[in-house]
Protein backbone atom coordinates (compact mmCIF):
# COMPACT_ATOMS: atom_id res chain seq x y z
CA UNK A 1 0.00 0.00 0.00
CA UNK A 2 1.21 3.32 -0.49
CA UNK A 3 1.17 5.77 2.51
CA UNK A 4 1.85 9.11 3.11
CA UNK A 5 4.81 9.37 6.46
CA UNK A 6 4.44 12.16 8.75
CA UNK A 7 5.77 13.15 12.05
CA UNK A 8 3.08 13.72 14.99
CA UNK A 9 3.96 14.78 18.56
CA UNK A 10 7.37 13.53 17.93
CA UNK A 11 6.61 9.93 16.40
CA UNK A 12 6.41 8.90 13.12
CA UNK A 13 2.76 7.84 11.58
CA UNK A 14 1.03 6.97 8.45
CA UNK A 15 -1.83 7.11 6.52
CA UNK A 16 -2.95 5.96 3.20
CA UNK A 17 -1.95 7.61 0.58
CA UNK A 18 -5.59 6.69 -1.60
CA UNK A 19 -7.26 9.09 1.42
CA UNK A 20 -4.68 11.90 0.72
CA UNK A 21 -6.69 14.61 -1.28
CA UNK A 22 -3.38 17.53 -0.68
CA UNK A 23 -1.15 19.34 1.76
CA UNK A 24 -1.49 22.27 2.41
CA UNK A 25 0.71 24.91 4.71
CA UNK A 26 -1.07 26.24 7.63
CA UNK A 27 -4.43 28.06 7.36
CA UNK A 28 -6.33 30.48 9.02
CA UNK A 29 -9.01 28.09 11.35
CA UNK A 30 -12.27 29.47 12.30
CA UNK A 31 -13.18 28.34 15.96
CA UNK A 32 -16.15 26.76 16.51
CA UNK A 33 -18.04 27.42 19.55
CA UNK A 34 -18.44 24.22 22.13
CA UNK A 35 -16.59 22.21 19.77
CA UNK A 36 -14.54 19.54 21.71
CA UNK A 37 -10.79 19.79 21.51
CA UNK A 38 -10.44 16.69 18.63
CA UNK A 39 -12.16 19.07 16.06
CA UNK A 40 -12.32 22.53 17.50
CA UNK A 41 -12.60 24.06 14.06
CA UNK A 42 -13.67 24.84 10.22
CA UNK A 43 -10.47 25.85 7.73
CA UNK A 44 -11.17 27.07 3.67
CA UNK A 45 -10.31 24.52 1.03
CA UNK A 46 -10.61 26.00 -2.01
CA UNK A 47 -13.96 27.49 -0.99
CA UNK A 48 -15.30 24.62 0.82
CA UNK A 49 -15.38 24.38 4.80
CA UNK A 50 -13.45 21.15 5.86
CA UNK A 51 -13.27 20.38 9.23
CA UNK A 52 -9.75 20.49 10.98
CA UNK A 53 -8.87 17.52 13.33
CA UNK A 54 -6.22 17.01 15.77
CA UNK A 55 -4.96 13.62 15.86
CA UNK A 56 -3.00 13.75 19.23
CA UNK A 57 -6.03 14.07 20.94
CA UNK A 58 -7.61 11.01 19.96
CA UNK A 59 -3.98 9.56 20.57
CA UNK A 60 -3.67 10.86 23.67
CA UNK A 61 -0.42 12.99 22.42
CA UNK A 62 0.42 16.27 24.11
CA UNK A 63 -0.25 19.62 22.06
CA UNK A 64 2.87 21.05 20.28
CA UNK A 65 3.12 24.61 18.73
CA UNK A 66 3.28 24.94 14.88
CA UNK A 67 6.57 25.41 13.97
CA UNK A 68 7.88 26.28 9.79
CA UNK A 69 7.38 22.13 9.17
CA UNK A 70 3.64 22.23 10.22
CA UNK A 71 1.06 21.01 7.43
CA UNK A 72 -2.26 20.23 7.14
CA UNK A 73 -3.22 16.84 5.24
CA UNK A 74 -6.61 17.00 3.84
CA UNK A 75 -8.08 13.57 3.60
CA UNK A 76 -11.18 11.65 2.65
CA UNK A 77 -12.48 9.72 5.88
CA UNK A 78 -15.06 7.24 6.29
CA UNK A 79 -18.12 8.74 8.44
CA UNK A 80 -21.36 7.49 9.24
CA UNK A 81 -22.78 9.10 6.54
CA UNK A 82 -20.30 8.28 4.02
CA UNK A 83 -16.77 9.22 2.99
CA UNK A 84 -16.18 12.98 4.41
CA UNK A 85 -13.52 15.39 3.82
CA UNK A 86 -11.67 16.50 6.28
CA UNK A 87 -7.84 17.94 7.45
CA UNK A 88 -5.83 16.88 10.18
CA UNK A 89 -2.93 18.57 11.72
CA UNK A 90 0.95 16.98 10.92
CA UNK A 91 3.95 18.25 12.74
CA UNK A 92 5.67 17.15 9.68
CA UNK A 93 5.01 15.46 6.25
CA UNK A 94 7.84 13.39 5.01
CA UNK A 95 7.11 11.10 2.20
CA UNK A 96 4.82 9.14 -0.03
CA UNK A 97 6.36 5.45 0.24
CA UNK A 98 5.15 1.72 -0.17
CA UNK A 99 4.30 -0.28 2.76
CA UNK A 100 3.96 -3.42 2.97
CA UNK A 101 1.01 -4.55 4.99
CA UNK A 102 1.33 -8.23 5.46
CA UNK A 103 4.57 -7.51 7.44
CA UNK A 104 2.64 -5.00 10.01
CA UNK A 105 3.17 -5.88 13.55
CA UNK A 106 -0.06 -6.55 15.73
CA UNK A 107 -0.71 -4.23 18.48
CA UNK A 108 1.38 -5.21 21.62
CA UNK A 109 -0.36 -5.61 24.75
CA UNK A 110 1.70 -3.57 26.70
CA UNK A 111 4.10 -0.16 26.40
CA UNK A 112 2.14 1.09 23.83
CA UNK A 113 1.34 5.02 23.93
CA UNK A 114 -1.49 5.29 22.05
CA UNK A 115 -5.17 3.80 22.42
CA UNK A 116 -4.86 0.29 20.70
CA UNK A 117 -8.19 0.45 19.15
CA UNK A 118 -6.86 3.36 17.06
CA UNK A 119 -4.42 1.71 15.35
CA UNK A 120 -4.24 -0.96 12.56
CA UNK A 121 -0.50 -1.81 13.50
CA UNK A 122 3.27 -0.87 13.62
CA UNK A 123 5.17 -1.11 10.36
CA UNK A 124 9.21 -0.39 10.10
CA UNK A 125 10.56 2.70 7.93
CA UNK A 126 14.10 3.43 7.39
CA UNK A 127 14.91 1.75 10.72
CA UNK A 128 12.15 3.46 12.41
CA UNK A 129 8.93 2.14 14.25
CA UNK A 130 5.33 3.51 12.29
CA UNK A 131 2.37 3.27 13.77
CA UNK A 132 -0.78 3.37 11.33
CA UNK A 133 -3.75 5.11 12.94
CA UNK A 134 -6.96 3.25 11.83
CA UNK A 135 -8.71 6.66 10.79
CA UNK A 136 -12.49 5.30 10.39
CA UNK A 137 -12.60 4.34 14.06
CA UNK A 138 -10.99 7.39 15.16
CA UNK A 139 -13.57 9.15 13.13
CA UNK A 140 -16.52 7.37 13.78
CA UNK A 141 -15.40 6.97 17.66
CA UNK A 142 -16.31 9.21 20.73
CA UNK A 143 -13.65 11.77 20.01
CA UNK A 144 -15.61 12.89 17.24
CA UNK A 145 -18.91 13.24 18.48
CA UNK A 146 -20.91 16.44 19.57
CA UNK A 147 -20.45 19.73 17.84
CA UNK A 148 -16.91 18.42 16.04
CA UNK A 149 -19.11 15.48 14.56
CA UNK A 150 -21.91 17.95 13.50
CA UNK A 151 -19.17 19.96 11.61
CA UNK A 152 -17.61 17.06 9.90
CA UNK A 153 -21.12 16.39 8.53
CA UNK A 154 -21.99 20.06 7.44
CA UNK A 155 -18.75 20.53 5.92
CA UNK A 156 -19.76 17.87 3.27
Request: charged residues 20%; glycine residues 10%.
Amino acid sequence: MNVVTLRLGGEMMALPAECLREILEPVPVTRVPQAGPFAPGLINVRGAVVPLADLRVALGMQPEPATEDTRMLVLDVPLASGTGTVAILADKVLDVTEMDMSKLDAIPGVGVRWPPEFLLGIGKWHGEFVALPDLEKIFMSGAAQGAAATALEEGN
